[in-house]
């Protein structure tokens, strides 16, 4: 089927997307649609623009659009402030999360929980009732607590902060989460953990989008669509199986031109 | 009447010496030379190298050189989180009896107006001012000996434990002016004595305040100042001499005044003397923010510790002189400062100078200085995550001056400390340019 037949059923629709970081163009002429409920795998070689599509997904403002358009739930999207993305439902896990000493993950994640609810038009979260709420979603990320006291990724591991980052998408309840490598550097039963985690809140109409390099993740959290990004394009797209295939083969093939070759857009 | 303009300062000097003469003679001696010294140096100006940063022009002018009246109004009802139980107002200098309350001193604790002090016991007031503040050129000290008049004498002996509230106030909504304060402190016998000083203003007003301190041997003095905001020009100087054991810690946190003069001079006098300095600012339009420290390692054993951290926006300056000396029987020391600044806007300035003179061997001194702007990286962060704008750029203000605060016990307080600064920081739309 095409994306056009189903573009009122889509959550996301990322037309012709251009972008640039000074002057250099990452993204060039990306395509990608995302009905609810959805999970989205895109893989790729290093430097494709996978994280460059991510941000700019998310509102960053070192990234400029060039052209194309991105509709998310029937609304322009490229025209909203990332805080404003956020509380209509986009969530970022950054490939490498920002730490922030001086502010307590606590409060780091009240605040924005809050700032959420009041844009939902929701009533605030008191102290008592956050804490009951960020422990639930701890446990199912496995975190430990004594995490929540200290500040925003200061000295956090590397499977601490992506776990942590999981846990900021538990708490915000986002309709669509974009990992970006949330997998690297993390040990197995972390992988198994954090995709567990990510499994629960699967479901309903949230959809993903699942940047990774390994197929081991796609085991777990398994993708209804996987797309490969090269060169600022998504040049090739299919089911779970294409995540097997790059697995094996790689991406020399991208070389041999018929990775240029018009190829199914995503559904 | 001659046609050349008199300094307005030297006018009110020239007359408040005239009229107080003959009162005690040691005390008017004291008065007479720093009154001839103003009269030779009057304010420097930013040729003097130690005021460098801090134009006194405006003050010099004469719109500060009257006495602010002696009665006036406490600015301001926002009360502070303040946990202690014993307040202590001055309004335009005067100790007010009427306002304060003294009810829950410990016995071992004695705090006395300075005015009353100098009509009971001239002699002990004289004595203490030339032990604790020894005389000095300095403009403000000057101003402080002619114009001595009011202030405070604390001095606790023994193992007490209080906490004091002082508020400082200025009430210049009749007439422009200053007020000049002495406080003497004297702590003895193990004491612990905490102090939250407060300082208010309304109207045009200058606040001269100075500070004579000994911590005695293993006592401990904290103290935690905040600058409300209004507070037009404040010179705050202290002398302290920290004796064995003892501690001595300072907090200022500051925001929203003209000009911010803030001395301490602190000579670590007996091993094993601790000597904490922080201080976390926000600052704005055309406000300037000095502090100027001096810590004197005389002894080998001590430890000291230094963090001021501001945030800078509109066309606003600030400046940190910090001197470490250590002397060279002071082996063993172990003295830490960092001094960090963010600007906001592009015509905000900071000006920093550690001095560090060690003279003895076995020495552990860092010092660090860095300038930055509001990290792009964490702002996008958090903003990725729901936060509006500006609630990211004040939470960035939190994190920035953590440090400084984070010994703070009282927590409610601390949160009034803080939110201050946040609601200080300049809109992102202000601050550039
Ligand atoms: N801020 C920036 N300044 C300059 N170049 C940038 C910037 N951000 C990204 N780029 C460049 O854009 C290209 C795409 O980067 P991007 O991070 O999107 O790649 P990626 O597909 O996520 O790679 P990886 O798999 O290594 O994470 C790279 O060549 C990168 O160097
Ligand atoms: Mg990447």
Redesign the pocket.
Same mark, same amino acid.
């Given at each position: 089927m095409s994306a056009h037949e189903n573009e009122g059923k889509m959550i996301l629709d990322v037309n012709n997307l251009h972008a640039s970081? #000074?002057g @250099?163009p990452?993204l060039k002429g990306l395509n990608l649609s995302v009905k609810p409920g959805e999970v989205h795998a895109i893989m +790729?070689p290093? +430097? @494709? +623009?996978? @994280?460059?599509?991510a941000n700019v997904l998310a509102g960053r403002e070192?990234y400029t659009v060039d052209s194309g358009s991105v509709s998310y739930s029937g609304l322009d999207l490229l025209d909203l402030d990332p805080e404003e993305r956020a509380c209509e439902g986009i969530f970022l896990a950054f490939?490498y999360p920002v730490s922030i000493p001086g502010i307590s993950n606590a409060y780091f994640l009240r605040s924005a929980l809050n700032a959420v609810r009041r844009y939902r038009e929701e009533s605030e979260v008191d102290a008592v009732d956050f804490l009951q709420l960020v422990r639930e979603k701890m446990k199912l990320v496995g975190m430990d607590e004594k995490l929540l006291q200290r500040s925003v990724n200061d000295g956090f591991s590397g499977g601490e902060k992506k776990r942590n980052e999981i846990l900021q998408m538990a708490v915000l309840d986002p309709k669509l989460a974009i990992l970006d #490598?949330t997998d690297s550097g993390l040990d197995i039963d972390a992988l198994r953990i954090v995709a567990e985690g990510v499994n629960a809140l699967r479901g309903g109409d949230r959809a993903f989008i699942v940047v990774t390099?390994y197929q081991r993740l796609l085991d777990y959290i398994v993708p209804d669509h996987v797309h490969v990004?090269s060169e600022g394009q998504i040049v090739r797209s299919g089911d779970k199986t294409l995540a097997h295939e790059l697995e094996r083969e790689g991406y020399s093939w991208l070389e041999s031109g018929h990775a240029r070759e018009k190829t199914q857009e995503a559904s | 009447m001659s046609t050349e303009t008199v300094d307005p300062w030297h006018a009110m000097l020239s007359q408040q010496v005239a009229d107080s003469a003959g009162a005690h003679s040691s005390l008017d001696q004291r008065r007479q030379s720093a009154s001839e010294m103003f009269q030779q140096s009057g304010f420097p100006t930013r040729k003097h190298e130690e005021w460098r940063y801090t134009p006194l022009k405006s003050v010099a002018q004469g719109e500060y050189s009257a006495l602010l009246p002696a009665d006036g109004v406490l600015p301001g009802d926002d009360e502070l989180a303040t946990t202690s139980d014993i307040r202590i107002v001055l309004i335009n200098g005067r100790f007010r009896d009427d306002l304060s309350d003294l009810t829950a001193l410990p016995d071992e604790v004695s705090i006395r107006g300075l005015a009353g002090m100098l009509a009971e016991n001239p002699d002990f007031v004289s004595e203490s001012i030339d032990r604790l503040i020894p005389s000095d050129d300095h403009p403000f000290q000057n101003l402080a000996d002619v114009f001595l008049c009011d202030g405070l004498v604390i001095e606790a002996q023994g193992k007490t434990d209080a906490r004091i509230h002082i508020v400082h106030a200025q009430d210049g909504s009749t007439s422009s002016g200053s007020s000049h304060v002495s406080g003497l402190v004297r702590l003895s016998g193990g004491a612990k004595i905490e102090i939250l000083e407060e300082f208010r203003s309304r109207g045009t007003t200058l606040a001269n305040i100075r500070w004579g301190m000994e911590i005695g041997s293993g006592c401990e003095f904290s103290r935690q100042r905040v600058v409300r905001p209004g507070c037009d020009v404040l010179y705050h100087g202290t002398r302290v001499q920290v004796e064995g054991n003892a501690v001595f810690r300072d907090l200022i946190a500051g925001s929203g005044s003209r000009l911010v003069r803030n001395e301490i001079h602190a000579i670590l006098s007996g091993p094993e003397g601790h000597v904490d300095l922080l201080g976390g600012y926000v600052s704005n339009g055309d406000e300037i923010v000095d502090h100027h420290t001096v810590i004197e390692h005389a002894v080998e054993d001590c430890t000291s510790r230094e963090i001021y951290r501001g945030v800078l926006g509109g066309e606003s300056r600030g400046a940190f002189t910090g001197m470490i000396h250590v002397h060279q029987d002071a082996q063993r020391t172990d003295a830490e400062q960092s001094n960090d600044a963010i600007l906001l806007s592009r015509s905000a300035e900071m000006n920093t100078r550690p001095r560090l003179e060690i003279y003895a061997d076995d020495v552990k001194c860092t010092h660090g200085a860095t300038v930055g702007e509001l990290d792009d990286e964490s702002l996008f962060y958090l903003r990725s995550r729901g936060v509006g704008l500006e609630e990211a750029r004040r939470m960035l203000v939190r994190a920035f001056t953590a440090e400084v605060f984070e010994d703070l016990e009282n927590e409610a307080l601390k949160e009034q400390f803080i939110e201050q600064l946040q609601e200080a920081m300049p809109a992102a739309g202000e601050s550039k340019s």
């Open positions: 970081v #000074e @250099s990452i +790729g290093n +430097g @494709s +623009g996978k @994280s460059t599509f070192d490939q #490598e390099h990004l | -």
